[in-house]
């Protein structure tokens, strides 16, 4: 390598993570000497934090000599945590129907993987191969608080040598006093062109599917892949926008019945693009999750029911993911509704918005956006997807009355 680049090496050298210069330069900044002991990575779904966390605990294990190389991505370091084996890099995800951390078992009791107290003992260790620890922990919003107190006292006394990166989309749910604690870099959404070239380069989309992706997932390259590996979710969200289109001219009694209908289709387009995002077969079904998320509050099926994945906390996933794509929806009509074209998140949709348009009222379409995005804040809180999503069809704008 010459001498000209060793002094000036590009950021994203060795970097897995797409678009992001910025988080990218930032993160390069932390590779010195002394690196920081906490470091919080904020930014949407699926824009690439988790990626970047890795791309940074590469580069701490990294063992190239030179440090303007790491992550070289050649050495046995760099090979173990693209494999996911490397012994000194722990991560920690949401697990479980309700998808939470939670804290463990307290002393003496051993507690089980997947929690923060089995975490913080495995960090308290010596590392296995002598240089940096690292543990990563994915949509950190989802510790509860418990959980969020027993890892604080980690994040004010680290271990000597140990980095914790944290992930979060909505950083407001974790306490004050662990952000505080953290150097805070900041992600966000990822240019059109950058998730296509993404698509294109790992051969997951041709070009003109690439381009349709990458418009879909509103600068966010996890769910464009996601998209491009399920083509059945694509076909889902397909017939989940056509059918709000189709409910502007629908009655109240109509929209409510299909509400339900969308929600339960939701769940499959849920379970498809986690599947995908896991690296799952499409053959791994989870009936229980789709039946629940159609059944009505307070039936059976719709109940917590202990050691079952069609919880309370499934339908709310898939109410989320219908909202998703209604907001999609909404936005492109609203647009159309002003007689734009040109910046429709979805074109295959640009005949049917434009006629749905000339019968809707612009104000009424506009403001359902903010409806829209209040009741997601809702659901998010625990509030009962199935009634506000039936609060929410009865507003969608009505083409009949204008």
């Known amino acids: 390598m010459d001498e000209a680049r060793l002094a000036d090496p590009d950021p994203g050298q060795g970097f897995l993570t797409v678009g992001q210069p910025a988080a990218i330069a ?37 063992t190239d000599p030179e ?29 479980g129907p309700g998808r939470q951390i939670g804290i463990g078992e307290p002393p003496p009791a051993d507690p089980a993987p997947g929690t923060i107290r089995h975490l913080v003992g495995e960090l308290s260790l010596l590392p296995v191969e002598g240089g940096a620890r690292v543990a990563v ?26 980095t914790i990166v944290l992930c979060a989309s909505d950083e407001d749910r974790l306490l004050p006093t662990v952000r505080s604690r953290c150097a805070r870099v900041r992600l966000g959404p990822v240019a059109r062109r950058e998730v296509e070239r993404l698509l294109v380069e790992r051969g997951a989309a041709d070009p003109p599917t690439a381009a349709r992706l990458a418009r879909l997932s509103a600068g966010r390259p996890g769910l464009a892949l996601a998209y491009a590996l399920a083509p059945e979710a694509v076909v889902g969200r397909d017939e989940i926008a056509r059918s709000f289109l189709d409910l502007l001219a629908a009655r109240r009694s109509v929209r409510l019945a299909a509400i339900r209908r969308l929600l339960a289709r939701a769940a499959e387009l849920s379970n498809a693009l986690e599947r995908a995002d896991d ?12 039946a629940s998320a159609a059944a009505p509050a307070g039936t059976a099926d719709g109940a917590e029911q202990p050691g079952r994945r069609g919880t309370a906390a499934e339908r709310r996933r898939a109410a989320l993911a219908l909202l998703d794509v209604w907001r999609d929806v909404a936005r492109d009509l609203a647009i159309a509704a002003r007689g734009g ?28 956006l903010a409806r829209l995005a209040r009741t997601a804040l809702l659901v998010e809180a625990n509030a009962n997807p199935e009634l506000a999503l039936d609060a929410l069809v009865l507003a969608w704008p009505d083409a009949t009355a204008a």
């Not at 993160?27 to 970047?52: E, F, N, Q």
């Not at 440090?67 to 000194?88: F, I, K, L, Y």
């Not at 950190?140 to 040598?161: F, H, I, S, W």
């Not at 690296?279 to 789709?290: I, K, L, Q």
């Open 137 to 162: 922990i994915e949509q950190a919003e989802r510790m509860n608080e418990d959980a969020q107190n027993a890892l604080l006292k980690t994040l004010e006394e680290p271990p000597a040598g140990v």
């Open 26 to 62: 930032a993160v390069r900044v932390m590779l010195g000497p002394v690196p920081p002991h906490a470091v919080l990575l904020v930014g949407p779904v699926s824009v690439g934090k988790t990626t970047l966390a890795l791309d940074f605990a590469a580069a701490l294990l990294c």
């Open 279 to 290: 690296g799952r077969s499409p053959e791994v079904a989870e009936p229980a999750a789709v």
């Open 341 to 368: 074209g040109a910046n429709l998140r979805d074109r295959a949709l640009l005949d049917d918005l434009q006629a749905a348009a000339r019968t809707v009222d612009p104000v009424a379409a506009a403001s359902f």
């Open 67 to 95: 440090p303007a190389r790491r992550p070289c991505r050649g050495c046995r370091s760099c090979r173990r945590v693209a494999a996911g084996n490397h012994p000194d890099l722990h991560r920690l995800a949401p697990t």
